[in-house]
């Protein structure tokens, strides 16, 4: 009870900012000041530290992934894990830590679902983003399974790649993947758990949408990458020529 009286009214007071930033969107996501943006000046500076937009490499990936698995060969000796990467590349905008954290933990976790607007604009006012969407076919965000998404009232990701799409000519699909299995919170489990929990979490429902198709995997927090492995697998088994995953934030 002495827990849920605080988060109650932390959860009323999303609500309410919820209405009133769907009523009035331009507003700094941050400090809420009016603002075209979606952020303010003072604002952006402050996250200023934070931003990295930084393009890594499959032989990067691969070398980092190989060295987390080496570490937890060594304190649990279990090898029943995949040490495969299955995506070409990842871009990420920002380190997830300090402010970006915060806003990210309120977007997910209470409610505060207008921040959709402020994450979708930092994605596309980014130069780089816009040149490398470009070069793929198709974005699709990072599916929630059914009972999570209504307990939720949205999922993250979908909101903003639908707004990306509004404002860009990129094809979104929300249809091609489905989630298939509940899964537990993966921020509470290891590297190794965190495989186990997802694995075969996931379906392709339209084959033949992805097939030879360049695809962008859009998720908002990059920790181990289990998640987006385990997409990015079934869709290179799907047919998908290649994939880069998009996150908001890595840790
Ligand atoms: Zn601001």
Known sequence: MLEFVPNFFMQLKNEIENIFRYVFPNICGICGKINENYICEKCKKRIKKFEKYELIDKEILNFNYKIKISVFDKEKDNKNYDDKIYFDNLFYCFEYKGIIRNLLLKYKFSGASYLCYFFANV????????????????????PMDKNKKLRRGYNQTELIVNIINKNLGINVNTNILKKIKSTKTQSKLNFYERQKNIKNAFLVKNKSLIENKKIILFDDIYTTGATVNEISKILKFAGAKEILILIIAKN
């Open 123 to 142: 994605i596309l006012n980014n130069k780089k983003i816009n040149e490398i969407f470009k070069l793929y076919d198709i974005i699709i965000p990072v």
